[in-house]
Nanobody, 127 residues
Framework: QVQLVESGGGLVQAGGSLRLSCLGT????????MGWIRQAPGKERDVVAA????????FHADSVQDRFTISRDNAKNTVYLQMNSLKPEDAAVYYC????????????????????WGQGTQVTVSS
């Protein structure tokens, strides 16, 4: 099974940018569809973005469309979330998650579809 470690969170001013990274170890990274899920205080976890095994297909939630971009580099066993034009409402703990799949085009858009989770990284956006 894969182990996931996120990095890149921190404090940023509204309008700024951050890039989150998630390193996967312990298994063949390219057999996993990946996603970024966030949870703000007092709110449920939401899938922000997801990507297929090869990276050919992606999903971005409406709330982050045109501001966030998910990508992956299977040679580096890493998935990224580029976050631009950050807003205070983007502040949350961001989790990297994975699910093994044999379907190349599969993009998991629901939280319950993920089997493996990282420990999360905090993103704080000041207004």
């Amino acid at each position: 099974q894969v182990q996931l470690v996120e990095s890149g969170g921190g404090l940023v001013q509204a309008g700024g940018s951050l890039r989150l990274s998630c390193l996967g170890t312990g298994d063949t990274f390219s057999t996993y569809a990946m996603g970024w899920i966030r949870q703000a205080p007092g709110k449920e976890r939401d899938v922000v973005a997801a990507i297929s095994r090869s990276g050919s297909r992606t999903f971005h939630a409406d709330s982050v469309q045109d501001r966030f971009t998910i990508s992956r580099d299977n040679a580096k066993n890493t998935v990224y979330l580029q976050m631009n034009s950050l807003k205070p409402e983007d502040a949350a703990v961001y989790y990297c998650a994975a699910t093994m799949t044999r379907t190349g085009a599969y993009v998991p858009v629901n939280m319950v579809q993920y089997d493996y989770w990282g420990q999360g990284t905090q993103v704080t956006v000041s207004s």
